[in-house]
């Protein structure tokens, strides 16, 4: 048994599509999304073996679930509760309907669980005290304290106390305030999620795949517009990164590096990255470097930035000539 509390939502949807066996696992696949195929599938290769006692509470949680989704459906909580207490007892009852009222299908406002809690708070202000009160009802208990602790004062009392006493709500009702806030969220939704671009997306991408993708996505923008390709080649490696070389390659690094950039780019640099440029020199150099820094007064940030973007153009060089190796993503990422 403590195996089954162990596994996770994938792990169980693999075991069941085990047990049912290759034809009617093939059509329930069908049924879902194509990312979820491709979980689910690819848990069933790496499932070499399923003690029976597992596959068979996988498969009863199931079928519990099922049937108390069919109890919903057909005559709403209070009915689903009462025919689950008969069948299982009332410790299992309740446990089954948490796990259906935290599914996705069984609460409503599930769109709106996924906005931003100010999102909320301004498509609900207006809205009737009961309104608000059943939205934050359905709400997550942490996102549901942001908006009610965004409305005043005086509103916060009438909603709480709704809260409290709001014991049902009809189906329809809830169906049709659930389509009116979703057809008035979506835009701003839309909008959120569209915002997620952007150069530093492309940049945090192109920092996990391997080299050969890099490149032919960079030469690519390179020949459709050549600004947009060099501000990602800045952004690609900063001064700060450094830190991710290993020794051998900092070193090499600093054999090309001016003396006069060093001493300027570590002006600006944290404490970690000039510990590591410290570290990698002979104990003359550092002294020596330290006396520049300090001696050096005052600086203005541009020259600061741009001595660090000439050592940067420095790494991007020895990297590219395969001299040093800059950590990515794919086959980059291992390094024997």
Avoid: C, W
């Amino acid at each position: 048994m403590a195996r089954q509390k162990a596994l996770t939502g994938l792990d169980k949807a693999a075991i069941f599509l085990i047990t049912m066996g290759p034809e009617l696992s093939s059509l329930i696949l069908r049924q879902l999304p194509q990312e979820d195929i491709e979980r689910i599938t690819y848990q069933i290769a790496n499932t070499s073996k399923v003690d029976p006692e597992v596959k068979q509470a996988v498969v009863e949680e199931f079928l519990q679930l099922s049937e108390a989704q069919q109890y919903l459906l057909q005559g709403g909580l209070k009915y689903a509760r009462e025919i689950l207490e008969r069948a299982v007892g009332p410790a299992k009852a309740a446990e089954i309907i948490k796990k259906l009222m935290a599914t996705s299908k069984i609460r409503p406002f599930n769109m709106i669980r996924k906005a931003d809690p100010k999102q909320i708070v301004n498509f609900i202000y207006n809205e009737h005290p009961q309104t608000i009160a059943l939205i934050l009802a359905y709400l997550e208990p942490e996102q549901a304290a942001v908006v009610l602790g965004a409305l005043p004062g005086e509103l916060q009392s009438n909603v709480a106390k709704r809260i409290a006493l709001m014991e049902r709500a009809s189906p329809e009702t809830v169906r049709e305030l659930e389509a009116i806030l979703e057809q008035r969220l979506s835009s701003v939704v839309d909008q959120d999620f569209a915002a997620a671009g952007g150069i530093k997306t492309l940049v945090d991408i192109l920092n996990r795949v391997d080299r050969g993708t890099e490149r032919t996505i960079l030469e690519a923008l390179e020949q459709d517009d050549p600004e947009l390709a060099d501000e990602i080649r800045k952004r690609m490696f900063v001064f700060e990164d450094i830190i991710t070389l290993d020794d051998n390659s900092i070193r090499r690094v600093l054999r090309e590096v001016d003396f006069k950039d060093l001493a300027l780019a570590l002006k600006g640099a944290s404490e970690d990255v000039a510990n590591r440029i410290y570290r990698n020199l002979s104990k003359r150099a550092a002294e020596m470097l330290r006396e520049d820094i300090e001696y050096m007064g005052p600086t203005r940030l541009r020259d600061v930035e741009q001595a660090q973007q000439r050592i940067v153009q420095i790494i991007r060089r020895l990297d590219e000539a395969g001299e040093i190796i800059i950590a990515r993503g794919g086959e980059d990422a291992i390094i024997i």
